[in-house]
């Protein structure tokens, strides 16, 4: 006896169909178009999974080189204070102090400027 595919066919179709849901057109609504709008929507949403971490950090760093230039030292001389200095702090933390707490942020570069001696 032979196996009709009927409604396995038609759950696999309505998965990728309501994945598909406010997409415009008959992308939404048929499925070979559906198929092919929904793989690759999860190819760009794995790469950009990825780019999102890149991206953040370049923000991060372009933040503290802001604050850091204001307090009379770049990036770079900053880092390699921190680091002189036995300062451990990451990028993200060193933003968010950069841009919510100039105060304390202006105490971390001097703590980098005196280790550095500058």
């Known amino acids: 006896m032979r ?3 009927g409604s396995t066919r038609l759950k696999r179709h309505n998965k990728i ?3 598909a849901r406010g997409y415009r057109g008959r992308r939404k609504d ?4 559906a198929k092919r709008a929904v793989d ?6 794995y790469r ?3 780019r999102k971490k890149r991206e953040f950090r370049s923000l991060w ?3 503290i080189n802001a604050a850091a230039r204001e307090a009379g030292l770049s990036y770079s001389k ?4 921190l680091k002189a200095a036995g300062v451990v702090i990451d990028r993200k933390i060193l933003a968010e102090l950069a841009v ?3 105060a304390a942020f202006g105490q971390i570069a001097d703590k980098a400027k005196a280790a550095i001696g500058n």
């Open 3 to 5: 196996v009709k595919t």
């Open 17 to 19: 169909r309501k994945l």
């Open 30 to 33: 048929c499925y070979s178009l």
């Open 40 to 45: 690759r929507a999860w190819s760009f949403a």
């Open 48 to 50: 950009d999974r990825r």
């Open 61 to 63: 760093i372009i933040r």
């Open 78 to 81: 900053l880092v390699q204070g």
């Open 100 to 102: 919510c707490d100039a």
